[in-house]
């Protein structure tokens, strides 16, 4: 069955240091893979995205992902965080469904919180 | 701003009631996916409509009912209320049935809070 793991609920950092959140995946066929973030009272806004190519792939407000398929992981990351940052993120995988419909499923979530 | 739009953006309500929640699609999308936010359940998909058509149904309850109209936009009924429905509802669209699942992106409106007294 597809799913969709991020071992940690919750993690802080120091502002300006670096981040890393996990994510591992369990999907038989090709991959469709993002990543979202949720602010606080916000809906989702997508921050990057995997199809196929270059398993590095760059997003929005500085974060990248790296996709590797031996370690059926994607995980999201970003130099130096800043305050702003703070929110829940989310790494979901596209299933193809029939009829060529996709639906995403959803880890759980990483809380992130930014210390001054 | 993503360009889904959905409204109303809170809701309270009773128990054994009816709600109706509202959602239009970015320009030019013509597919709309609902998803259920909960603490317990997480990020869930309900249903999706690609012009006008149910094509695909997740773990929607058979109390919930979805359509989606000439015009694209969707609406997401609720009856029968009960406390655990309490919920964010999240819509996104994508321009293909296949939102996800290939090239094409499922952009995601800002959800209405739903709350059950």
């Known amino acids: 069955a597809q799913s969709v793991t991020q071992p940690d609920i919750h993690i802080t950092v120091s502002e300006g240091a670096s981040l890393e959140l996990r994510c591992n995946y369990s999907?038989?066929?090709?991959?469709?893979l993002f990543w979202y973030v949720q602010s606080p009272g916000q809906g989702l806004q997508l921050l990057l995205k995997y199809f196929s190519g270059d398993t590095l792939v760059q997003g929005i407000k500085g974060f990248e992902a790296e996709f590797k398929r031996s370690q059926s992981s994607f995980n999201l990351r970003k130099p130096s965080v800043h305050w702003s940052d703070a929110a829940e993120y989310f790494c979901a995988v596209g299933v193809l469904g029939s009829s060529n419909t996709g639906k995403l499923i959803f880890g759980q979530g990483t809380t992130l919180q930014v210390k001054p | 701003d993503s360009g889904v739009t959905q409204t109303p953006k809170h809701l309270i309500t009773a128990t054994g009631q009816r709600v109706t929640l509202r959602c239009s699609p970015r320009s030019g999308d013509l597919s709309v996916y609902w998803y259920q936010q909960s603490l317990d359940q997480g990020l869930q998909f309900l249903i999706q409509?690609?012009?006008?058509?149910?094509?695909a149904k997740g773990n929607i309850l058979e109390r919930f009912s979805a359509q989606q109209f000439p015009d694209l936009h969707s609406e997401l009924n609720l009856s029968s209320l009960e406390l655990g429905d309490s919920a964010l509802y999240f819509c996104a669209s994508s321009a293909f049935p296949s939102g996800g699942s290939s090239t094409d992106t499922q952009y995601f409106g800002p959800g209405t809070r739903l709350t059950v007294l």
């Open positions: 999907y038989g066929a090709t991959p469709y």
């Open positions: 409509y690609y012009n006008g058509e149910e094509r």
